[in-house]
């Protein structure tokens, strides 16, 4: 096909279209080499201002036409691949190539036709150069995390997680996304599997005091947005997580005040923070349940007054909490305290030896 003319300047999104609809009418040898020109920022895609697997991409297909392009696309990379292109291209354009190549299997995520062969590249470990400053390798991960038919790459992100992987690059939070990502079972992620990457992930930020809180609490929204039903619920089920897998302690500020609370006919099932959960227990009686997570939290039935000073309490928190311009989990800890000892206005005897109490609580700790 020849370069792009004055018409593929002035209409570059029909001039595109025009040349994939010829693509797609290509055999398939034909269709392999134009490809690889293509990726390599020739022909109709030489001057793209981006990477040329975004001008292949594209956005102007819809529909069936969208899947069948999508489709076609995966079927030629499958032949690229199984070509060994990190050994056979020329090198004047391998690692373009490569970095474009790799990046529009991440893009399309097709794993039945992508899995089996980005898996033989990873395994043949021939993949060692950089495109740009960046390790092809880089790239062979996201698309392996994004293609995946089975769970066979659980043990490479169990690696990957623990920092034992040797040949492919990757660090705990990438670990977590390819777990995240294996194939889900009844419309549910591999939950066992889940709460060991997000301990892995938790170790690897601690030392990041500043963003710490915001990095892991994006990793829990990625959960819930791919998966907005958790087996019981979110909240339940991680607390249930970092319980089992020993999460570091300062995870507990990446949750809302109490982690998790069921209301069903004026009585609260709850996950309750030690402190407030020892202060509802001195003032109004209420049986402590299960220990969770090396005794930070407490299962407990909330009721009659204990049920009115815990939604006090949140109701305060969440006004001083939502005051902060920087949210940080330190900053989380000292508006806790700060809430019980100085927001909370108690209007029972009861509610004020629970205040007490958490406050005494909450002295411990610091």
Same mark, same amino acid.
């Given at each position: 096909?020849?370069?792009?003319?004055?018409?593929?300047?002035?209409?570059?999104?029909?001039?595109?279209?025009?040349?994939?609809?010829?693509?797609?009418?290509?055999?398939?040898?034909?269709?392999?080499?134009?490809?690889?020109?293509?990726?390599?920022?020739?022909?109709?895609?030489?001057?793209?201002?981006?990477?040329?697997?975004?001008?292949?991409?594209?956005?102007? @297909?819809?529909? +069936?036409?969208?899947?069948?392009?999508?489709?076609?696309?995966?079927?030629?990379?499958?032949?690229?691949?199984?070509?060994?292109?990190?050994? $056979?291209?020329?090198?004047?354009?391998?690692?373009?190539?490569?970095? $474009?190549?790799?990046?529009?299997?991440?893009?399309?995520?097709?794993?039945?036709?992508? !899995?089996?062969?980005?898996?033989?590249?990873?395994?043949?470990?021939?993949?060692?150069?950089?495109?740009?400053?960046?390790?092809?390798? !880089?790239?062979?991960?996201? +698309?392996?995390?994004? $293609?995946?038919?089975?769970?066979?790459?659980?043990?490479?992100?169990?690696?990957?997680?623990?920092?034992?992987?040797?040949?492919?690059?990757?660090?705990?939070?990438?670990?977590?996304?390819?777990?995240?990502?294996?194939?889900?079972?009844?419309?549910?992620?591999?939950?066992? @599997?889940?709460?060991?990457?997000?301990?892995?992930?938790?170790?690897?930020? @601690?030392?990041?005091?500043?963003?710490?809180?915001?990095?892991?609490?994006?990793?829990?929204?990625?959960?819930?947005?791919?998966?907005?039903?958790?087996?019981?619920?979110?909240?339940?089920?991680?607390?249930?997580?970092?319980?089992?897998?020993?999460?570091?302690?300062?995870?507990?500020?990446?949750?809302?005040?109490?982690?998790?609370?069921?209301?069903?006919?004026?009585?609260?099932?709850?996950?309750?923070?030690?402190?407030?959960?020892?202060?509802?227990?001195?003032?109004?009686?209420?049986?402590?349940?299960?220990?969770?997570?090396?005794?930070?939290?407490?299962?407990?039935?909330?009721?009659?007054?204990?049920?009115?000073?815990?939604?006090?309490?949140?109701?305060?928190?969440?006004?001083?909490?939502?005051?902060?311009?920087?949210?940080?989990?330190?900053?989380?800890?000292?508006?806790?305290?700060?809430?019980?000892?100085?927001?909370?206005?108690?209007?029972?005897?009861? +509610?004020?030896?629970?205040?007490?109490?958490?406050?005494?609580?909450?002295?411990?700790?610091?």
């Amino acid at each position: 096909m020849s370069v792009r003319s004055s018409s593929g300047r002035d209409n570059p999104s029909a001039w595109r279209s025009k040349a994939i609809e010829g693509w797609l009418k290509q055999p398939s040898q034909p269709r392999v080499d134009q490809l690889l020109r293509w990726l390599a920022g020739r022909d109709e895609a030489a001057g793209f201002q981006a990477e040329p697997y975004q001008w292949v991409l594209g956005n102007a @297909e819809r529909g +069936a036409k969208k899947v069948d392009l999508h489709r076609q696309l995966s079927i030629t990379i499958r032949e690229i691949l199984d070509g060994e292109p990190e050994l $056979n291209l020329e090198k004047s354009r391998r690692d373009r190539v490569l970095y $474009n190549l790799l990046s529009l299997c991440g893009a399309l995520a097709r794993p039945l036709e992508l !899995d089996p062969p980005l898996t033989r590249m990873y395994r043949r470990e021939k993949l060692s150069t950089q495109y740009e400053g960046i390790d092809l390798r !880089d790239r062979l991960r996201a +698309a392996m995390i994004a $293609n995946q038919t089975d769970n066979s790459k659980l043990e490479l992100w169990r690696r990957m997680g623990r920092g034992t992987e040797n040949y492919l690059p990757g660090d705990p939070v990438d670990a977590f996304f390819g777990v995240l990502l294996l194939p889900p079972v009844k419309n549910m992620p591999l939950v066992e @599997e889940l709460g060991p990457a997000f301990n892995w992930t938790a170790k690897f930020m @601690e030392s990041d005091f500043d963003r710490r809180r915001p990095r892991f609490m994006g990793l829990v929204n990625s959960l819930k947005q791919m998966f907005p039903e958790g087996p019981r619920s979110w909240d339940h089920d991680l607390i249930d997580m970092a319980d089992k897998d020993s999460w570091p302690g300062w995870t507990l500020n990446c949750f809302d005040v109490v982690p998790f609370e069921e209301r069903s006919r004026g009585k609260v099932e709850a996950y309750v923070p030690r402190p407030l959960a020892l202060g509802i227990r001195d003032g109004f009686g209420v049986r402590l349940g299960r220990k969770l997570w090396e005794e930070r939290i407490y299962e407990m039935t909330l009721n009659n007054g204990a049920l009115k000073f815990f939604d006090s309490f949140k109701e305060s928190f969440e006004k001083d909490w939502g005051r902060l311009p920087f949210q940080s989990d330190s900053a989380r800890g000292v508006v806790f305290r700060a809430t019980m000892r100085y927001s909370l206005k108690p209007n029972s005897a009861s +509610a004020k030896t629970a205040q007490r109490t958490a406050c005494a609580e909450y002295r411990s700790e610091e």
